[in-house]
């Protein structure tokens, strides 16, 4: 599968001598469109998504654009990611691959995915206590992209 990835050497271009900020910044950006292997299932319970569409918002835009902010000298988002990170993480996508102990989902079904990785998925046991009234469902994190839907709320039909 074609991804774009940043953390990784950036592709070669000669930037013209008058170019822009934007051209110049993008020339030294560690981005680059990636074939990456298919993924598979982590767990017995987690789905497989295929992207339909996928945003890329201020947190991508700025880890492209390599704008930290005026007195930031690193990636502000290296604490929450793992790298190289697949660009573009608000998606759309068309369940794919059920595991045999996914439940709530089906085959051909369209979700929408949410990029935080919940307790579950992480190993956190026992699971952190809920928040009430916050979509993101525990205290410790949000949840994750392609887990058991009946364990965190990520993963949902459109």
Same mark, same amino acid.
């Given at each position: 599968?074609?991804?774009?990835?940043?953390?990784?050497?950036?592709?070669?271009?000669?930037?013209?001598?008058?170019?822009? $900020?934007? @051209?110049?910044?993008?020339?030294?950006?560690?981005?680059?469109?990636?074939?990456?292997?298919?993924?598979?299932?982590?767990?017995?319970?987690?789905?497989? +998504?295929?992207?339909?569409?996928?945003?890329?918002?201020?947190?991508?835009?700025? !880890?492209?654009?390599?704008?930290?902010?005026?007195?930031?000298?690193?990636?502000?988002?290296?604490?929450?990611?793992?790298?190289? !990170?697949?660009?573009?993480?608000?998606?759309?996508?068309?369940?794919?691959?059920?595991?045999?102990?996914?439940?709530?989902? $089906?085959?051909? !079904?369209?979700?929408?995915?949410?990029?935080?990785?919940?307790?579950?998925?992480?190993?956190?046991?026992?699971?952190?206590?809920?928040?009430?009234? $916050? @979509?993101?469902?525990?205290?410790?994190?949000?949840? @994750?992209? +392609?887990?058991?839907?009946?364990?965190?709320?990520?993963?949902?039909? +459109?």
């Amino acid at each position: 599968m074609k991804a774009l990835v940043y953390g990784v050497p950036p592709e070669p271009f000669e930037v013209p001598g008058d170019a822009n $900020a934007l @051209t110049r910044n993008l020339s030294q950006s560690p981005t680059g469109l990636r074939q990456l292997p298919e993924p598979r299932l982590l767990r017995p319970d987690w789905v497989i +998504t295929r992207p339909r569409l996928t945003g890329i918002c201020g947190s991508d835009s700025k !880890q492209i654009l390599m704008d930290f902010g005026e007195h930031d000298a690193d990636n502000a988002m290296a604490a929450f990611c793992s790298f190289p !990170q697949v660009m573009g993480h608000e998606v759309v996508a068309d369940v794919v691959e059920l595991g045999p102990q996914a439940r709530g989902l $089906a085959v051909g !079904q369209r979700v929408v995915l949410n990029p935080w990785l919940s307790c579950g998925p992480r190993g956190i046991e026992p699971p952190c206590r809920p928040v009430p009234a $916050a @979509t993101t469902a525990c205290a410790g994190a949000s949840p @994750t992209v +392609t887990s058991n839907p009946e364990s965190t709320p990520g993963c949902r039909p +459109t």
